[in-house]
């Protein structure tokens, strides 16, 4: 009826081992790419400049009109003559950043804008 104590024989190295491979599984697959992700978010929202063409985090496609270094903002122009102002940590992508033939002034004043025509 009695058990006599004795010795698991076992170690704690293996268990120590379980938990740091466990620990750098993490670090590899969750937090160094997340990390990388939001380095190169900050990277894209400091180098966005006036005439950039951005996608807010919500969804909103508009251009940019102005930037505020002070109070780390923009000012994005969503249609013409609608202006609004967002924090630069707002701009999540930016889709096209204007060419120098853009940024000239137009040659021809003939041209004629292109309509986008919808299906019904």
């Given at each position: 009826m009695f058990y006599a104590a004795?010795?698991?024989?076992?170690?704690?190295?293996?268990?120590?081992?379980?938990?740091?491979?466990?620990?750098?599984?993490m670090y590899f697959m969750i937090i160094r790419p997340q990390s990388k992700r939001r380095k190169e978010a900050m990277e894209l929202q400091r180098n966005v400049a006036v005439g950039d063409e951005?996608?807010?985090?919500?969804?909103?496609?508009?251009?940019?009109?102005?930037?505020?270094?002070?109070?780390?903002?923009?000012?994005?122009?969503?249609?013409?003559?609608?202006?609004?102002?967002?924090?630069?940590?707002?701009?999540?992508?930016?889709?096209k950043a204007p060419t120098a033939e853009e940024t000239a002034a137009p040659e021809a004043a003939d041209e004629t804008p292109q309509v986008i025509e919808q299906g019904r």
């Open positions: 004795g010795n698991s024989g076992g170690s704690a190295l293996p268990t120590l081992l379980f938990f740091g491979l466990m620990a750098a599984l951005v996608v807010t985090v919500v969804g909103l496609h508009a251009t940019v009109a102005g930037i505020d270094d002070e109070n780390n903002t923009v000012l994005l122009e969503i249609a013409p003559g609608v202006n609004a102002t967002y924090e630069r940590a707002a701009i999540g992508r930016v889709i």
